[in-house]
Structure formats: structure tokens, C-alpha cells
Nanobody
Framework: QVQLEESGGGLVQAGGSLRLSCAAS????????MGWFRQAPGKEREFVAA????????YYADSVKGRFTISRDNAKNTVYLQMNSLKPEDTAVYYC???????????????WGQGTQVTVSS
């Protein structure tokens, strides 16, 4: 089991930036990739970004491409999500996820973070 501890999030105006962090502990060897999902009220959880521990190649949802940057620090077992040019539609609870595959989708996630609220005002 991988334990995920998130930090960051908060309230920001449109066009602003936030940086989320997620530190992994426990059986981190069982995780091949890390990712971020988000869920807005009344909406289903959606994929945001992912990165593999070994290759470090990022992958993004079209909705955030060019604005968000995912990165990882293997020595710290930590993944980051730098969110720039934030829009009101980015408002959601953001969840860190550890996946058993380099393909990060709900079915491959074996650990979830507690979630952190990101609110973007217009």
C-alpha cells in the first residue's frame, strides 16, 4: 500500500498559479506512475496529468495542456503539479494518485490522496 500526502491548493484568481505537491510513502515500489485527477461538484472525476517514475515523461489532458506542468523528484518520492493560467473551470477537488501501470486511469490507481480544494475566482 502506498500512502499519499498532499499539500497546496487554495483560492486564487483567474490567471493565477498554484503548485500542488504529493509525497508518497510506504510500498512506493509498487507504483510505476503518479497522476492527478480532479472532480468538480456534480461532475465525474477526470484525469488531469500523469508522469512515470522511471521515464519521467509527462502526459496531460487536453483541457490543461500548455497550462499545467507535472514533475517528479524520485529522491523525495514526490510529484508536483504546477498550475498556471488558472481558469474558473479548473475549480475542483484535486486528487493525487499512485498507479500500478504507466497508464494512469482509474482502473490502474491503487492509492488515492485525500484531495485538496482548488478554487479559481472569476
Amino acid at each position: 500500500q502506498v500512502q499519499l500526502e498532499e499539500s497546496g491548493g487554495g483560492l486564487v484568481q483567474a490567471g493565477g498559479s498554484l503548485r500542488l505537491s504529493c509525497a508518497a510513502s510506504g510500498r512506493t515500489f509498487s507504483s510505476k506512475a503518479m497522476g492527478w485527477f480532479r472532480q468538480a461538484p456534480g461532475k465525474e472525476r477526470e484525469f488531469v496529468a500523469a508522469i512515470s517514475w522511471s521515464g519521467g515523461r509527462p502526459y496531460y489532458a487536453d483541457s490543461v495542456k500548455g497550462r499545467f506542468t507535472i514533475s517528479r523528484d524520485n529522491a523525495k518520492n514526490t510529484v508536483y503539479l504546477q498550475m498556471n493560467s488558472l481558469k474558473p473551470e479548473d475549480t475542483a477537488v484535486y486528487y493525487c494518485a499512485a498507479a500500478s501501470s504507466v497508464v494512469v486511469v482509474s482502473s490502474t490507481v491503487n492509492s488515492w490522496g485525500q484531495g485538496t480544494q482548488v478554487t479559481v475566482s472569476s
